[in-house]
C-alpha cells in the first residue's frame, strides 16, 4: 500500500529556513495532490499548501508569503520550505496524500516530522 | 477563511456507548466535509469523508451526517480503541480547515 516517508532538520533557530521531503513509495505519484499539514500548540490542525504532479501549488495564503512546496517527479518526492521561522512555527509536520473528487481529502499521511524552532 | 467549530471540546464515555460529536461551518459547505481521527503520538487518518462516506477498512459503528453547515459524526458502540481525538476538516474553499477537536476520553 501507498506510504508516506518524510524526513528534515528538526531542530531550527529564528529565521532559518524550515525543509522537509517527503517520499512516495507503493503507489502511483500522478494524479493525486500532495500535501503539507502542521499541528502547532497555538493552532491546531493548519493546512499550509498542495501540489499536483505538474507542480501547480496552492497556498495557504496565511503562509504564503514564507512557503514553498515543490516537486521531483523523478524521485515520487516532494518537499516544504518555509522560511523566517519563529516560535510559533514549532510544531509537528505532517505530509498527506490528498484525493481530488469534488472535494478533496486526505487518505494517506505520514507520520510527521517534529519542528522545534529555539534559540 | 472558513472556520470549523466542533463540540463538545472533550467528551467522557463508556466502551458501548452510543456518542456523537458536532462539527458547524461558519458558512454553508455542502458536504465538503472529512472527519479524522488521531491517537497519542500519530498521524490523523481518515474516518469519513464528503460527510457520510466511509474509506474500505474503517468499522461500521462509525457514520457521518449533515449538510450545509450542521454535521454529526456518530460512533454506534464505542470500542476501547476509539478513545482518541476527533477532527473535522472542510475542503469547500482554500484554504482548507480542520476544526480545534473533539477528545473522547474512558469514563
Known amino acids: 500500500q501507498v506510504q508516506l516517508q518524510q524526513w528534515g532538520a528538526g531542530l531550527l533557530k529564528p529565521s532559518e529556513t524550515l525543509s522537509l521531503t517527503c517520499g512516495v513509495s507503493?503507489?502511483?505519484?500522478?494524479?493525486?495532490?500532495w500535501n503539507w499539514i502542521r499541528q502547532t500548540p497555538g493552532k491546531g490542525l493548519e493546512w499550509i499548501g498542495e501540489i499536483n504532479h505538474s507542480g501547480r501549488a496552492n497556498y495557504n495564503p496565511s503562509l504564503q508569503s514564507r512557503v514553498t512546496i515543490s516537486v521531483d517527479t523523478s524521485k515520487n518526492q516532494f518537499s516544504l520550505n518555509l522560511s523566517s521561522v519563529t516560535a510559533a512555527d514549532t510544531g509537528v509536520y505532517y505530509c498527506?496524500?490528498?484525493?481530488?473528487?469534488?472535494?478533496?481529502?486526505?487518505?494517506?499521511w505520514g507520520i510527521g516530522t517534529t519542528v522545534a524552532v529555539s534559540s | 477563511d472558513i472556520q470549523m467549530t466542533q463540540s463538545p471540546s472533550s467528551l467522557s464515555a463508556s466502551v458501548g456507548d452510543r456518542v456523537s460529536i458536532t462539527c458547524r461551518a461558519s458558512q454553508s459547505i455542502s458536504n465538503y466535509l472529512n472527519w479524522y481521527q488521531q491517537k497519542p503520538g500519530t498521524a490523523p487518518q481518515l474516518l469519513i469523508y464528503a460527510a457520510s462516506s466511509s474509506p474500505s477498512g474503517v468499522p461500521s459503528r462509525f457514520s457521518g451526517s449533515g449538510s450545509g453547515t450542521d454535521f454529526t459524526l456518530t460512533i454506534s458502540s464505542l470500542q476501547p480503541e476509539d478513545f482518541a481525538t476527533y477532527y473535522c476538516q472542510q475542503t469547500y474553499s482554500r484554504p482548507y480547515t480542520f476544526g480545534q477537536g473533539t477528545t473522547l476520553e474512558i469514563k
Open positions: 498527506a496524500r490528498g484525493i481530488q473528487l469534488w472535494l478533496t481529502y486526505m487518505d494517506v
Open positions: 507503493g503507489g502511483p505519484f500522478n494524479g493525486y495532490y
